[in-house]
Nanobody, 129 residues
Framework: QGQLVESGGGSVQAGGSLTLSCVVS????????MGWIRQAPGKERETVSV???????SYSESVRGRFTTSLNKDKNTLYLAMNDLRPEDTAMYYC???????????????????????WGQGTQVTVSS
């Protein structure tokens, strides 16, 4: 099993930017898929981005055009660049992975957070108006 460790969260004002990182140790997901999932207080978890085994990417409608995910396989690190942040983006953000995952990214996105087997501890993002 691998370990996923997120970093990069923080507090920003609306319109600001943050980049989250997720370092994977003990395992590589080169043949799997990875995603970013967020959960705001009192709300269900939401998959906001997915990158599949051939690095196709999909985004939820709520973040499309503002967030960009990327994977550096040499560094075993997943990123989420977040621009034009809004108060409604405030949430705990989790990195998650599935080591055996060959579906296309948009299908994985529709499957929801339960699709992923391995999760990090999360990093908090707070956006003030």
């Amino acid at each position: 099993q691998g370990q996923l460790v997120e970093s990069g969260g923080g507090s920003v004002q609306a319109g600001g930017s943050l980049t989250l990182s997720c370092v994977v140790s003990g395992h590589t997901y080169s043949s799997g898929c990875m995603g970013w999932i967020r959960q705001a207080p009192g709300k269900e978890r939401e998959t906001v981005s997915v990158i599949d085994s051939v690095q196709r990417k999909s985004y939820s409608e709520s973040v499309r055009g503002r967030f960009t995910t990327s994977l550096n396989k040499d560094k075993n690190t997943l990123y989420l660049a977040m621009n034009d942040l809004r108060p409604e983006d405030t949430a705990m953000y989790y990195c998650a992975a599935d080591s055996s995952c060959f579906a296309e990214s948009s299908y994985i996105l529709r499957q929801g957070p339960s699709r992923f087997d391995y999760w990090g501890q999360g990093t908090q993002v707070t956006v003030s108006s």
